[in-house]
T-cell receptor
Framework: DAEITQSPRHKITETGRQVTLACHQTWNHNNMFWYRQDLGHGLRLIHYSYGVQDTNKGEVSDGYSVSRSNTEDLPLTLESAASSQTSVYFC??????????FGPGTRLLVL | AQSVTQLGSHVSVSEGALVLLRCNYSSSVPPYLFWYVQYPNQGLQLLLKYTSAATLVKGINGFEAEFKKSETSFHLTKPSAHMSDAAEYFCAVSDGNFGNEKLTFGTGTRLTIIP
């Protein structure tokens, strides 16, 4: 069965370190998205991609970057982790006008 | 720009009682509207979606929602709550333009079921 996976599921890091969160989908979807979930804010869009080599900034993109070298993967990089980036991160994918499928999430703690 | 407002960050209902979770949207174009559910320590799952077809949308687990353009609302209901419905529920809006699949989420409503 097709699926969307995220790794690691839990991560503890220190302020200033570079961190990369992986997202892999086997749906063959063109569209992939990264959200962060924080209490009182719901889910907020960080970056998204509509296809290979395409990346776009969402509403909370500062301090984050993504790259799309193939259809299946959209890794999210925190260039220099900050305590404000402690959050739960969700990856999602969809076909055009299709239902979004969400990964299980990565819980990140920045100390 | 689109937005959604979920009224009530916490809702408690007794088992067997009606569940009503409120969502109002703002959109400059005809919206696509969604309800997602998140169980503890899990990702989001789609409950139902409105994409300009029938205004009453039926979803999984006995949930349904009605699109009311005049009220800019898309409230989620279930006639009889079960203990397994305890979760967090998110309303979301998309402008539905081809190739523009960004969802804007509400802040969520945590549903508690009282035995």
């Amino acid at each position: 069965d097709a699926e969307i996976t995220q790794s690691p599921r839990h991560k503890i890091t220190e302020t200033g370190r570079q961190v990369t969160l992986a997202c892999h989908q086997t749906w063959n979807h063109n569209n992939m998205f990264w959200y962060r979930q924080d209490l009182g804010h719901g889910l907020r869009l960080i970056h998204y991609s509509y296809g290979v080599q395409d990346t776009n900034k969402g509403e909370v993109s500062d301090g984050y970057s993504v790259s799309r070298s193939n259809t299946e993967d959209l890794p999210l990089t925190l260039e220099s982790a900050a305590s404000s980036q402690t959050s739960v991160y969700f990856c999602a994918s969809s076909a055009d006008r299709g239902v979004k499928y969400f990964g299980p999430g990565t819980r990140l703690l920045v100390l | 720009a689109q937005s959604v407002t979920q009224l009530g960050s916490h809702v408690s209902v007794s088992e067997g009682a009606l569940v009503l979770l409120r969502c109002n949207y703002s959109s400059s174009v005809p919206p696509y509207l969604f309800w997602y559910v998140q169980y503890p320590n899990q990702g989001l799952q789609l409950l139902l979606k409105y994409t300009s077809a029938a205004t009453l949308v039926k979803g999984i687990n006995g949930f349904e929602a009605e699109f009311k353009k005049s009220e800019t609302s898309f409230h989620l209901t279930k006639p009889s709550a079960h203990m397994s419905d305890a979760a967090e529920y998110f309303c979301a809006v998309s402008d539905g333009n081809f190739g523009n699949e960004k969802l804007t989420f509400g802040t969520g409503t945590r549903l508690t079921i009282i035995p």
